[in-house]
């Protein structure tokens, strides 16, 4: 029994396991807050999200990016005016229909997520550098699983082409 008279949790226990992913969740959050020290003055946690789907996405609609980052429009609106003052993101006429604005990252915006992903691989890298190869091998069986039942695609490595960036919001993530 626990310490509380309740019965020890089983290891495939939903609440046990709710409970470690909440747990892994709030190291996860507090290396993502730590990778984006450098450019906080510049850019918020939505901010640097719109970001990265712009990055994963290339020219995307105002509408489709508010959809994707699960916004009303008008809050993409003011978000993407922060990044364009910034000079992180742009618009450009639709060369398709004239009457439809693009919207992309610049040079200095794609740069500012690829900075980000690499601060958050290294140290992301120096937590898995503890476990054992076991322990990463399971690791490795685990998210996969999870990430698969939440619908997220899995993160390309940098040397790999193009694709979804690899920061954990995926085109149905919202």
Do not use: C, Y
């Not at 364009?84 to 500012?112: C, K, V, W």
């Not at 069986?141 to 993160?155: H, I, K, Q, V």
């Amino acid at each position: 029994m626990s310490s509380k008279g309740a019965p020890p949790k089983r290891m495939d226990d939903v609440d046990a396991v709710t409970e470690a992913v909440l747990t892994a969740s709030r190291l996860l959050v507090a290396v993502s807050a730590r990778s984006l020290a450098e450019v906080e003055e510049r850019v918020t946690l939505p901010q640097f999200r719109m970001l990265v789907v712009l990055s994963s996405r290339g020219d995307t609609k105002l509408v489709t990016l508010a959809e994707l980052l699960g916004v009303a429009p008008s809050t993409a609106m003011r978000m993407i005016d922060r990044l364009i003052t910034a000079g992180l993101a742009d618009r450009q006429t639709n060369p398709d229909n004239r009457r439809e604005t693009l919207l992309r990252l610049t040079s200095e915006g794609r740069r500012t997520v690829e900075n980000v992903t690499a601060r958050r691989r290294e140290e992301i890298a120096s937590i898995v550098q503890h476990l054992s190869p076991h322990q990463r091998t399971a690791l490795i069986s685990a998210l996969t699983d999870f990430n698969s039942a939440g619908g997220e695609r899995p993160a390309r490595l940098p040397d790999e082409s193009p694709g979804p960036h690899p920061l954990g919001w995926g085109e149905t993530a919202g």
